[in-house]
């Protein structure tokens, strides 16, 4: 167990809705970096926050936006979506550029 | 190109081998990862490096970063190693570019 949560483990939902997955970092964690994992991109890293602001961008859709809030957990927004959406969603937390820890992930898919 | 290759793709072993996954990248890198993917999903971290080796029970990773090069070795290994192993280099502070995995099957 990581210490990294996220919900829903599982969501099923039709193109053109909107969907929130939420993530709460590890206890101490200042940065939360959201990831997508699809069958045919591997890997991909969306956004980072620290602390509440945003730090890093990748390669996150205009569709797509994500918070932090004073709590430190952490949410992102997928809107108007897309067959190809379906994938698995990771939240990792870390305290500093150290080692980042995974949440278990949220598998989305769109029918 | 991707700015990191890992090879080989996919690696079967028998109970008990030595086993080397390769990670080569082309880009300025501030550290490398490797990460272990369980065929439920879930991902752990293995190491993070920024400079030449370190151990963690039967595991072993390496990394020369004249070479662009790096290397995790798994020592008897055990059907439980079972799993996808992907590199992932840190440019800048925090991004994380990931490569494509390797896919580690281990029969008894």
């Known amino acids: 167990d990581s210490g990294v949560t996220q919900t829903p483990k599982h969501l099923i939902t039709a193109t053109g809705q909107r969907v929130t997955l939420r993530c709460s970092p590890r206890?101490?964690?200042?940065?939360v970096y959201w990831y997508q994992q699809s069958l045919d991109q591997g890997l991909q890293f969306l956004i980072q926050?620290?602390?509440?602001?945003?730090?890093a961008k990748g390669n996150i859709l205009e569709r797509f936006s994500a918070q932090q809030f004073p709590d430190l957990h952490s949410e992102l927004n997928l809107s108007s979506l897309e067959l190809g959406d379906s994938a698995l969603y990771f939240c990792?937390?870390?305290?500093?550029?150290?080692?980042?820890?995974f949440g278990p992930g949220t598998r989305l898919t769109v029918l | 190109k991707n700015e990191v290759e890992q090879s080989p793709q996919n690696l079967t072993a028998q109970e008990g081998e030595f086993i080397t996954i390769n990670c080569s990248y082309s880009?300025?890198?501030?550290?490398l990862h490797w990460l272990q993917q369980h065929p439920g999903g879930g991902i752990v971290s293995l190491f993070m490096l920024s400079s030449g080796k370190k151990k963690h029970g039967r595991l072993i990773a390496t990394i020369n970063i004249q070479e662009k090069h790096s290397s995790l070795h798994i020592t008897a290994s055990h059907p439980r190693d079972s799993a996808v192993y992907i590199c992932a280099v840190r440019r800048g502070t925090d991004k994380l570019i990931f490569g494509t995995g390797t896919r580690l099957q281990v029969f008894p």
């Open positions: 990792a937390s870390s305290t500093t550029t150290d080692t980042q820890y």
């Open positions: 880009v300025g890198i501030s550290a």
């Open positions: 206890s101490g964690d200042l940065s």
């Open positions: 926050y620290y602390n509440g602001e945003e730090r």
